[in-house]
């Protein structure tokens, strides 16, 4: 079983930056494709950013590409996603999640298997 666990979501003001991170247990990180999603307030989860298991292939949502930058250390079984310039409109529960059997990067949420328990970021104006 694979557990993901998001951490470093909070209160920022607008144009700030964050980093979230994503810790993996159980199975072998180093084959797993990762995502970044979110849910904002009465809005469907979305697509933010995934990464391939290797991490030489990216794919950004056009709303946070040159904004965001996912990167992950396959030696500590983490990823993470550096937020920069954040919006309003960035804020939401951000979640990470798993694909398994080395494919490629999707936003289909299906596609994803396991999911962490997401953590809010909050954009103040």
């Known amino acids: 079983q694979v557990q993901l666990v998001e951490s470093g979501g909070g209160l920022v003001q607008a144009g700030d930056s964050l980093r979230l991170s994503c810790a993996a247990s159980g199975g072998t990180f180093s084959t797993y494709t990762m995502g970044w999603f979110r849910q904002a307030p009465g809005k469907e989860r979305e697509f933010v950013v995934g990464i391939s298991w290797s991490g030489r292939s990216t794919y950004y949502a056009d709303s946070v590409k040159g904004r965001f930058t996912i990167s992950r250390d396959n030696a500590k079984n983490t990823v993470y996603l550096q937020m920069n310039s954040l919006r309003p409109e960035d804020t939401a529960v951000y979640y990470c999640?798993?694909?398994?059997?080395?494919?490629?990067?999707?936003?289909?949420?299906?596609?994803?298997?396991?999911w962490g328990q997401g953590t809010q970021v909050t954009v103040s104006s």
């Open positions: 999640a798993a694909k398994m059997g080395m494919r490629p990067v999707t936003t289909t949420q299906s596609e994803y298997k396991y």
